[in-house]
């Protein structure tokens, strides 16, 4: 299964958008959901993570306070809410998921690596 990250666009500086991940006909409710953001000629980096019922979340420094994780299992959603948007948060958004229970794994780079399922993405970017 791939999932589905949809919702960027094009924002001004000190915007704001709502990604969302999804993944038709799968069930997300046994899986912890993370995103990353790859940016033109850089690595791939986590952004976000939530557990499985949603009281473990983590966020990488750069986006601690600006962005909020959450989900919504009755709708087999995870959505990432972007405010206070900066130029350098330019790029394609991934959500992934493991068959963990929490962000424990998601805290080391090497757990980092059993997340899968990757799809499309969703480019974001903001103008500044």
């Known amino acids: 299964v791939q999932l589905q990250a949809s919702g960027g666009g094009l924002v001004q500086a000190g915007g704001s958008l709502r990604l969302s991940c999804t993944a038709p006909?799968?069930?997300?409710?046994?899986?912890?959901i993370a995103w990353f953001r790859q940016a033109p000629g850089k690595e791939r980096e986590g952004v976000s993570c939530?557990?499985?019922?949603?009281?473990?979340?983590e966020y990488a420094a750069s986006v601690k306070g600006r962005f909020t994780i959450s989900r919504d299992n009755d709708k087999n959603t995870v959505y990432l809410d972007m405010n206070s948007l900066i130029p350098g948060d330019t790029a394609v958004y991934y959500c992934?998921?493991?068959?963990?229970?929490?962000?424990?794994?998601?805290?080391?780079?090497?757990?980092?690596?059993?997340?899968?399922?990757w799809g499309q993405g969703t480019q974001v970017t903001v103008s500044s």
């Open positions: 992934a998921k493991a068959a963990h229970s929490n962000c424990h794994f998601y805290r080391s780079r090497s757990g980092r690596a059993d997340f899968g399922s």
């Open positions: 006909g799968f069930s997300l409710d046994y899986y912890t």
């Open positions: 939530i557990s499985i019922i949603g009281d473990d979340t």
